[in-house]
C-alpha cells in the first residue's frame, strides 16, 4: 500500500515569489492535513481537509492556503514568501482526520522542504 | 486551550540501556487522543501508538512500551534495551474530540534520542 507522497521534496524560491506544494494521501483516505515544521516553532497545524472542504484552520496568514481535489489530493500554496516561511511542510492523511470521536492516525509524508532566500 | 510539552530536549544513551520520555498534556476536554510518532532523518513522521483519553491501560509492543496516567496528565515513553535504530526524534502530540472544528494535532516541541553504540 503506497504511502503519503508530496512532491517536490525539496525547493528554492525567494522572497516574494510563491510556492505550490502537493500532497498524495494514502488510497482510500478522505482527510488532508497539513503542518509546519521549524526548528523555532517545531510542528504547528496549518489546516485539514476532509471530502473537499476545509475543516479548519490553525494560525497562519492569509498567505497560506489549500485545496483537495475530487480524488482526495491536496495542494497547498504560500503566497509573498517571508524568509520566515521557511521550513518542513509536512501533509498526513488519515481516514476520519482529526477532531470529533473518531481521531485515527494520521500517516505522514516525508515533507516537502522549502528554503527562502 | 490544548497543550503538550516534552521537557527533556535531548537524551542521550548508550545501547542496550532502557530510556524512558516523557510527555505531559494539558487539555480541559474529557475526551481526548494521545500519540506518539517517531520522526528519523528521512523527516517522515512514523506512527507509534494512539490512545484515547478512556483507555488508562499501559501498552506494550515489543521494545516498546507506553504508561498513560489522567491523574498526572503523562503519557511517558519507555523503550527497553535501546539499539541505536531508534535514534531519532520523538514527538508526543494530542487531538482533543469536541469542539466540532478539527483542530489538528497539538505536537510537543520532540525530544531527540541519541543511542551511542
Known amino acids: 500500500k503506497a504511502g503519503v507522497t508530496q512532491t517536490p521534496r525539496y525547493l528554492i524560491k525567494t522572497r516574494g515569489q510563491q510556492v505550490t506544494l502537493s500532497c498524495s494521501p494514502i488510497?482510500?483516505?478522505?482527510?488532508v492535513s497539513w503542518y509546519q515544521q521549524t526548528p523555532g516553532q517545531g510542528l504547528q497545524f496549518l489546516f485539514e481537509?476532509?471530502?473537499?472542504?476545509?475543516?479548519n484552520k490553525g494560525n497562519f496568514p492569509g498567505r497560506f492556503s489549500g485545496r483537495q481535489f475530487s480524488n482526495s489530493r491536496s495542494e497547498m500554496n504560500v503566497s509573498t514568501l517571508e524568509l520566515g516561511d521557511s521550513a518542513l511542510y509536512l501533509c498526513?492523511?488519515?481516514?476520519?482526520?482529526?477532531?470529533?470521536?473518531?481521531?485515527?492516525?494520521?500517516?505522514f509524508g516525508e515533507g516537502s522542504r522549502l528554503t527562502v532566500l | 486551550a490544548q497543550k503538550v510539552t516534552q521537557a527533556q530536549t535531548e537524551i542521550s544513551v548508550v545501547e542496550k540501556e532502557d530510556v524512558t520520555l516523557d510527555c505531559v498534556y494539558e487539555?480541559?476536554?474529557?475526551?481526548?487522543?494521545l500519540f506518539w510518532y517517531k520522526q528519523p532523518p528521512s523527516g517522515e513522521l512514523v506512527f507509534l501508538i494512539r490512545?484515547?483519553?478512556?483507555?488508562?491501560q499501559n501498552e506494550i509492543s515489543g521494545r516498546y512500551s507506553w504508561n498513560f496516567q489522567k491523574s498526572t496528565s503523562s503519557f511517558n515513553f519507555t523503550i527497553t534495551a535501546s539499539q541505536v535504530v531508534d535514534s531519532a526524534v520523538y514527538f508526543c502530540?494530542?487531538?482533543?474530540?469536541?469542539?466540532?472544528?478539527?483542530?489538528?494535532?497539538?505536537f510537543g516541541k520532540g525530544t531527540h534520542l541519541i543511542i551511542q553504540p
Open positions: 488510497s482510500g483516505h478522505r482527510s
Open positions: 490512545r484515547n483519553s478512556f483507555d488508562e
Open positions: 487539555t480541559r476536554d474529557t475526551t481526548y487522543y
Open positions: 498526513a492523511s488519515s481516514l476520519y482526520g482529526t477532531g470529533g470521536y473518531s481521531t485515527g492516525e494520521l500517516f
Open positions: 481537509y476532509f471530502s473537499e472542504t476545509q475543516r
Open positions: 502530540a494530542l487531538s482533543e474530540a469536541s469542539g466540532g472544528g478539527a483542530d489538528g494535532l497539538t
